[in-house]
């Protein structure tokens, strides 16, 4: 509200009329400023939310893979030494070894 000590009438009707619209005007600009501050903020968590979603897939999707392989490549073959160092192997690249070593304990029955 506008208001003038000497003059109680130092602004028209008119001018009430422009002044209230501006000041419509400005409040809503400022809203509109909050509302888009905020969507922006959110659109920043859920970029981050789905960043680090799709890191945690692609993980799950590569170890998925690596058990497929080893599945693919154990069951390719009846030989039990090549089945265990084609196992070795692949551990020893899913686990970034530069060598790997296995020992087998052959159990035979008590008679």
Known sequence: MLSDDQNSRAFS???????STVAAQIAVAIQNA???KQTREFTADLERAVNQRTIELQQERDRIDFLYRITTGLTSSLDTDLVLKRALDMMA???????????????????
């Open 93 to 111: 690249l899913a686990v970034d070894a530069t060598w790997a070593l296995s020992w087998v304990w052959i159990l035979f029955p008590i008679i």
């Open 34 to 36: 909050r509302l888009f």
């Open 13 to 19: 009707m008119d001018d009430q009329r422009v002044l």
